[in-house]
């Protein structure tokens, strides 16, 4: 059992939670319904788990009115095995985004607040016509994402004391020995291999077999094209599986990383698949990193809309996307040119995208500046550069100069942690699932 994050935060809810539902959103696949249903076995005497995909019947919880003690009663008469106690039965709805009765019923049970109610779903089919339903003020939101570097490292049973002496050198900005950095590059390129998709790193602890991982990442791949094709609107179906293929393109076999539409198609323009990329975004299926015209806050301010990179939400599907041989050479660190800048920059994206922030990236034609990516963290801008070497990081070091909001940056490396001058941290490309 791979031991996630948001089990902590969970039981945080369980005990501060005032009046309100948790919601438990994410990409598909990135083990909601699973970590939902060991926290039900450990905090619970029982759980009524109702799967709307699974059971699409039991909507008919819900068509009624929507008092508490009606829908118990109904559940009830559908699970009579089931007491359904308040304080110790968890009322589990799985796949919410199907019934969107059940999500207008959030507002009930948190007024009433007898029951714990955990709703899990992806943003995929939620009618934005009937935004006005949604119970805005009576639920806590959890976002869920792909296993992570640090969760991976537990699975692979790397201990939290191994995992406190790594946290040690990167406070004290020490060197790494060499032996311990060595075996964590080697681990983070396995974890860039396998990405975080909860299936594919639960396969690979399991068989340490990457063919195997391959199928697990190629049939999540067919799941997310399947989703394409049963949500998206008709004149959207074609044009956003394409945009969603040709990232794997866009980003590993091209040294420019925006995403470029002539990528998709030959001859292809915004007019036509801005909208396509617009829907991967709402149904949760892609990341964007923005271009902005000036580094200083706020940075949605200075964003635009129409240059950006798009990225997978996990490395797990974009690996599905590339040969089997892409696996084989990242892990035996054989990779050269773009792919091998490209897939690191890939790696630190999804790093930091796992910890919820917004990413940016700035160029400017003229002077050949440029950012590779960029956040905002507590009103700081904090600039980051990604080198597939250990090679300067010139632009890095002139906005930290020149800017009087910028006091320090990062430069993740393939390589050991390096003396902090000019206001440049300078840490091992596995660092970032710890800063």
């Known amino acids: 059992m791979l031991k996630r994050k948001v089990t902590d935060y969970m039981n945080n809810w369980v005990r501060t939670k005032n009046k309100k539902c948790l919601v438990v959103q994410g990409a598909r696949q990135t083990g909601k319904t699973y970590i939902i249903e060991r926290f039900a076995e450990d905090n619970y005497e029982e759980v009524v788990e109702i799967n709307f995909k699974q059971i699409p019947s039991a909507m008919d919880i819900f068509s009624g009115d929507l008092t508490v003690d009606n829908m118990v009663m109904a559940m009830r008469f559908r699970f009579p095995e089931k007491k359904i106690l308040p304080g110790k039965t968890l009322i589990f709805l799985d796949e919410i985004q199907e019934c969107q009765e059940a999500i207008t019923s959030l507002k009930f049970w948190a007024i009433d607040n007898r029951y714990d109610v955990i709703a899990s779903g992806s943003l995929l089919g939620i009618d934005y016509k009937r935004a006005s339903s949604y ?186 996307m590339k040969d089997f041989s892409l ?28 910890k919820g922030y917004s990413l940016y990236f700035y160029k400017n034609e003229t002077t050949k500046r440029e950012i590779d990516m960029i956040i905002q963290k507590d009103g700081l801008i904090i600039p980051i550069e990604v080198k597939s070497g250990n090679t300067r990081a010139n632009s890095l070091k002139l906005f930290i100069k020149e800017k009087k909001d910028i006091s320090y940056g990062y430069k993740f490396i393939d390589g050991n942690i390096g003396a902090g001058e000019d206001g440049i941290i300078t840490l091992p490309l596995y660092m970032i699932a710890f800063i």
Not at 163 to 189: F, G, Q, W
Not at 329 to 338: A, C, D, Q, R, S
């Open 135 to 320: 119970p805005i003020g009576y639920v806590d939101y959890l976002r869920m994402y792909g296993v992570d570097f640090e969760e991976f490292l537990w699975g692979m049973g790397i201990s939290e004391q191994m995992i406190k002496a790594l946290l040690d050198y990167l406070h004290s900005k020490t060197v790494i020995p060499a032996a311990i950095h060595s075996e964590m590059m080697n681990y983070y390129r396995q974890y860039i291999a396998i990405g975080g998709m909860p299936e594919a790193v639960q396969k690979y602890i399991d068989t340490k077999d990457y063919r195997e991982v391959d199928k697990i990442q190629r049939n999540l791949l067919q799941g997310y094209q399947y989703d394409i094709a049963h949500y998206a609107t008709a004149e959207e179906k074609v044009k956003a599986e394409k945009c969603y293929l040709s990232l794997a393109k866009q980003l590993l076999d091209k040294e420019n990383h925006k995403f470029q539409y002539k990528e998709v198609e030959h001859g292809g323009r915004a007019q036509k698949y801005f909208s396509s990329i617009e829907w991967l975004l709402r149904a949760d299926m892609v990341h964007l990193c923005k271009r902005v015209t000036d580094v200083r806050f706020d940075l949605d301010d200075y964003a635009r809309e129409d240059f950006f990179r798009a990225y997978t939400t996990d490395l797990s599907l974009l690996m599905a």
């Open 327 to 354: 696996k084989q050479h990242i892990v035996e660190n054989t990779l050269e040119g773009n792919s091998k800048g490209g897939i690191y920059e890939c790696a630190i994206a999804d790093a930091l995208y796992k």
